[in-house]
């Protein structure tokens, strides 16, 4: 019994032994497949990170050239738009007549009247297009280009003034003396421009400088002027300054006309009505004569703007701007034996913002402050033909191929639309003869 119990345990001994070996060997081959496996794993993964840092370097260097060229990549489309704005619309008219005749006793009071208008108008409808002359790509510095609009955009302020003009009325021998003054503030209508310009960047492209040139011309009217304009762009901030200057005729006229002349005592032209066959009732007074002087002034403005503009590096599809500008005024000028009054520069501000909705679609709105009709709120709307890279939907938001400053190179460069002044001032003056005394 002894032996068997001995010879039982023996083999249950040599079993664990066996087991612990297989183990053991399992254990070890784990660890060796394991380790191989771990090897074999970090190879790939060194040879993967070689393949980038090695081989793929020059795949990186292809797709950042070409993440490069698509970053300034644009056909004609993407650089011309078609721009749809509003605006505001002023007109302002006062009235005056008093009843004369020479008798202050019977003299009649001076009645008044006044009517102001403010409205909106459809006072931007134009195309306008940049287009590069010289090549320009992701390895040019330089570019020269032109820029032009055809279409109805800019503003005319126009002034009539009447002074002391009189009108024969019953009984005879009295007048009416009419004095009136209207202004109208409105959109100019059709005109276009064309103009060159010429961007360069900087040493290490995080900025660049530029100048242009622009010449604007009004179909009716003929009005003309010229600009000169300067860009300073780095990164994301914008400054842009022009100056503006009248070219031609300053459309200044001076027109004095002998009006009615009558012999002494024969009021008969003074009355269209006719005379009445009661002559007792011309015995107050008549006039024997009546100068009539017209002034006139149609000139473009002069003047310059200056503007701050902004855009953001993660949302690139906005932008944000403040501009000043000032039409310069007139001092009191004779013409002929009258002279037209001082008139004061026009001055304003500016501010808006720029959105890239769809890469189709861009919206402009802002508030304008001026003695003019865009005083107030305005907005446009420009559907770009092509495309814009960046748009707060279906478009980049941001871009790190290129620098913000040569992504920039061919924006259409920022000018102030046309202001148009139109002067008219009619005065007269009399000659009273007494012939009831």
Request: glycine share 10%; net charge positive; no cysteine.
């Amino acid at each position: 019994m002894m032996l068997y119990l001995e010879g039982i345990i023996g083999v249950r001994n040599k079993m664990r032994g066996r087991i612990y070996k297989m183990r053991t060997s399992l254990l070890l081959k784990a660890m060796v497949l394991g380790t191989m496996t771990f090897s074999i794993s970090t190879i790939g993964m060194a040879a993967e990170i070689q393949d980038v840092n090695g081989l793929d370097s020059a795949s990186q260097t292809i797709a950042s050239d070409a993440a490069r060229k698509e970053a300034v990549r644009s056909s004609w489309m993407d650089r011309t738009d078609v721009v749809i704005g509003v605006g505001m619309k002023n007109s302002e008219e006062s009235r005056s007549h008093q009843y004369h005749n020479f008798k202050p006793w019977e003299n009649h009071p001076i009645v008044g009247t006044s009517d102001k208008s403010k409205s909106t108008e459809l006072n931007k409808l134009y195309i306008e297009t940049l287009q590069p002359v010289t090549h320009y790509d992701e390895n040019a510095k330089s570019v020269v280009f032109v820029q032009g609009r055809i279409g109805r955009s800019g503003e005319k302020i126009s002034s009539y003034k009447l002074n002391d003009y009189w009108v024969p009325a019953r009984p005879a021998g009295t007048f009416t003396v009419h004095n009136r003054q209207t202004d109208k503030e409105e959109s100019l209508g059709m005109n276009a421009n064309i103009g060159v310009g010429y961007r360069r960047l900087s040493k290490g492209e995080h900025a660049y400088v530029g100048v242009n040139a622009f010449y604007d011309h009004v179909f009716k009217g003929g009005y003309k002027r010229v600009s000169g304009g300067v860009e300073y762009v780095a990164g994301l901030n914008e400054i842009h300054a022009n100056l503006y200057r009248n070219v031609g005729s300053d459309g200044r006229k001076y027109i004095g006309l002998h009006g009615r002349s009558l012999v002494l005592r024969d009021p008969t032209g003074l009355y269209p009505y006719g005379m009445d066959d009661n002559q007792g009732l011309y015995n107050y007074a008549i006039v024997d004569y009546e100068n009539h002087w017209m002034l006139s002034e149609k000139v473009a403005a002069s003047g310059f703007d200056v503007g701050y503009s902004r855009t953001f590096k993660n949302a690139r599809w906005a932008r944000v701007y403040a501009d000043y500008y000032n039409w310069r005024g007139r001092s009191p000028v004779k013409v002929g034996y009258y002279k037209l009054n001082k008139r004061d520069a026009i001055k304003g501000f500016k501010v808006g913002a720029e959105f890239h909705i769809t890469p189709h679609l861009t919206l402009d709105a802002g508030y304008q402050t001026s003695s003019h009709h865009l005083s107030g709120p305005y907005a446009t709307l420009k559907y770009t033909i092509g495309t814009s890279k960046f748009a707060w939907h279906g478009g980049k938001h941001s871009e790190s191929a290129i620098t913000t400053a040569r992504a920039k190179m061919l924006d259409k460069v920022h000018r102030s639309d046309m202001v148009v002044q139109e002067t008219v001032e009619e005065t007269y003056d009399h000659g009273v003869v007494d012939v009831g005394l």
